[in-house]
Nanobody
Framework: QVQLVESGGRLVQAGGSLRLSCTAS????????MGWFRQAPGKEREFVAT????????YYADSVKGRFTISRDNAENTVYLQMDGLKPEDTGVYHC?????????????????WGQGTQVTVSS
């Protein structure tokens, strides 16, 4: 069983920056594809970014491309999401997720483990 714990969410003004962290309680962290998703009130969970096991490859949703950066530190069992140029439409609960067997995916149902999420609120 993999436990994921997110942190770093808070209220921020539009144009500001945040860095989210997600720490995994598993020694085999480097064997997991990691992703970030978000869910706004009344909306479905949507893909934000994913990063390969080595950390050398990343993919982003069009809505965050050029503003968000995903990274990971396999020695610390942690994945990060650096968010710059925040907009009110970025508001939501941000969840990190881990996939054991999928090489590359943006689909939520391909991820095996999920964190509880951290709230990000961007005021205009």
């Amino acid at each position: 069983q993999v436990q994921l714990v997110e942190s770093g969410g808070r209220l921020v003004q539009a144009g500001g920056s945040l860095r989210l962290s997600c720490t995994a309680s598993v020694r085999t962290f480097p064997t997991y594809l990691m992703g970030w998703f978000r869910q706004a009130p009344g909306k479905e969970r949507e893909f934000v970014a994913t990063i390969t096991r080595s950390g050398r490859g990343a993919y982003y949703a069009d809505s965050v491309k050029g503003r968000f950066t995903i990274s990971r530190d396999n020695a610390e069992n942690t994945v990060y999401l650096q968010m710059d140029g925040l907009k009110p439409e970025d508001t939501g609960v941000y969840h990190c997720a881990a996939s054991k067997f999928t090489d590359w995916t943006t689909r939520p149902y391909d991820y095996d483990y999920w964190g509880q999420g951290t709230q990000v609120t961007v005021s205009s």
